[in-house]
C-alpha cells in the first residue's frame, strides 16, 4: 500500500527567506508524484507533478521540487517566500493503473510567511 | 467557466439525518472522486468512479453512498448522519488516459458539513 508522510505539520517562515516542506513516500511500485496547495478557504490546486524524467521539477509561483527514489522522498522548495505563500500545501503519491490516477494525500503542513 | 461544482457549500445536520453532496463537472472527465478532509489528516479517499456505471471504495467508505448515473454527475449520500462525519467534503475529477492531463485532479471549492 502507498503511504505519504509529510514531516512538518507547521513551517513558519519570514518573508523573503528560504523554505522547504518536506515530504516521504512509500510505495512498491513505481509512482507519480504532486505537491498541492490549498489557500484559506479553497479547494485544492496543482503546484508541481512528478511523472518520468527529470528529478527535479519545477511548477507554479517560483516553487520546485526534487524526486529522490533512494530516499523516496519530494521535497518542495522555494528560494524567497512570499507573504502571499501563506496557505496549507499536500504532498501526494499515486500509482496510476488503468489510465486513473487515485491519489493519497500526505497531512499536510501548514506554511506561515511572517513579514 | 469549466470545473467541478459542488453543492451546498454549507451544510448543518442533525445525527440521522440523510443528505447528498452534489458533484457535477463539465469537462467530460472520466475519473470522479470524493475526499475528506480533517484537521492533521490531509485528504483522504472516500469512493471514487472510473465511469458511469462504475464505482469503488477509497480509505474511508463506511457511512456513504455514491452513484454515477451520468459522465457529469457523482453525488455523495449520506444515509445516516453521524457527528464523526463532521468534515469538509472535496470533489475532484480527471480525464482518463491521454497524456498528462490524465494525471491532474481539479478539484472543487468543498462542502463543509456540521453534524450535531
Known amino acids: 500500500a502507498q503511504s505519504v508522510t509529510q514531516l512538518d505539520s507547521q513551517v513558519p517562515v519570514f518573508e523573503e527567506a528560504p523554505v522547504e516542506l518536506r515530504c516521504n513516500y512509500s510505495?512498491?511500485?513505481?509512482?507519480?508524484l504532486f505537491w498541492y496547495v490549498q489557500y484559506p478557504n479553497q479547494g485544492l490546486q496543482l503546484l508541481l507533478k512528478?511523472?518520468?524524467?527529470?528529478?527535479l521539477v519545477k511548477g507554479i509561483n517560483g516553487f520546485e521540487a526534487e524526486f529522490n527514489k533512494s530516499q523516496t522522498s519530494f521535497h518542495l522548495r522555494k528560494p524567497s517566500v512570499h507573504i502571499s505563500d501563506t496557505a496549507e500545501y499536500f504532498c501526494?503519491?499515486?500509482?496510476?493503473?488503468?489510465?486513473?490516477?487515485?491519489?493519497?494525500f500526505g497531512a499536510g503542513t501548514r506554511l506561515a510567511v511572517h513579514p | 467557466n469549466a470545473g467541478v461544482t459542488q453543492t451546498p457549500k454549507f451544510q448543518v445536520l442533525k445525527t440521522g439525518q440523510s443528505m447528498t453532496l452534489q458533484c457535477a463537472q463539465d469537462?467530460?472527465?472520466?475519473?470522479m472522486s470524493w475526499y475528506r478532509q480533517d484537521p492533521g489528516m490531509g485528504l483522504r479517499l472516500i469512493h471514487y468512479?472510473?465511469?458511469?456505471?462504475?464505482?469503488d471504495q477509497g480509505e474511508v467508505p463506511n457511512g456513504y453512498n455514491v452513484s454515477r448515473s451520468t459522465t457529469e454527475d457523482f453525488p455523495l449520500r449520506l444515509l445516516s448522519a453521524a457527528p464523526s462525519q463532521t468534515s469538509v467534503y472535496f470533489c475532484?475529477?480527471?480525464?482518463?488516459?491521454?497524456?498528462?492531463?490524465?494525471?491532474?485532479?481539479?478539484f472543487g471549492a468543498g462542502s463543509r458539513l456540521t453534524v450535531l
Open positions: 512528478y511523472l518520468s524524467g527529470s528529478t
Open positions: 475532484a475529477s480527471s480525464p482518463r488516459t491521454g497524456g498528462e492531463g490524465a494525471n491532474v485532479l481539479t
Open positions: 501526494a503519491v499515486s500509482s496510476f493503473s488503468g489510465g486513473y490516477n487515485k491519489l493519497i
Open positions: 510505495s512498491s511500485v513505481s509512482v507519480y
Open positions: 468512479s472510473v465511469g458511469a456505471g462504475i464505482t
Open positions: 469537462m467530460n472527465h472520466e475519473y
